[in-house]
């Protein structure tokens, strides 16, 4: 047994559920709407405030698709209650951030600026020149816009220049060896 798939996900305050035909699972709660058709061969159950996933058979693809199945709609419950929050850091001498109305203006050391626009259902919060805050409530699309941004500038090892992650640890390399000239 999955030990993911397995888990009940519990349906909080203020958010409804609702499982269709082919099982389409539609998720309404306070931040937004979430709408996912899962796979038709797994059996999604609500029972009161709790949501159960099970599985035909020990079939290797349905072993797969249960735990995916369960962690897909807990996500979309988690998003819709709670929403979701990437944070971003800018390193590097002139490098810095800000935001034009729903646009994320950014200067990375290139000729240029760099304008990404604000893609629906995500809201960017710029508190700090070198800090970005991604946040809404469908977990994927926070995650891409995130990747996206971080993509502009990868942190470099040399320096470490560049975007990453909060939480993203950046193995520094050593630069070139300075030996004497005989």
Known sequence: MSRIGKQPIT???????????????????????????????????KDGDTITVTRPSDNKDHRALHGLTRTLIANMVVGVSEGYTK?????????????????????????????????????IDVPQPNQIIISGFDKQKVGQFAAQVREKRPPEPYKGKGIKYVDEYIRRKEGKAGGKKK
């Not at 499982?19 to 309404?28: P, S």
């Not at 709407?33 to 797994?42: F, P």
């Open 87 to 123: 944070q971003l850091e800018i390193n590097g001498v002139g490098y810095r951030a800000a935001k034009q109305g729903n646009k994320l203006v950014m200067n990375l050391g290139y000729s240029h600026q760099v304008e990404m626009e604000e893609p629906d259902g995500i809201k």
């Open 11 to 45: 349906i909080p305050q203020g958010v409804d559920v609702t499982i269709g035909a082919n099982n389409e699972v539609t998720v309404k709660g306070p931040k937004g709407t979430l709408c996912e058709t899962m796979s038709a061969e797994m059996t999604i159950n």
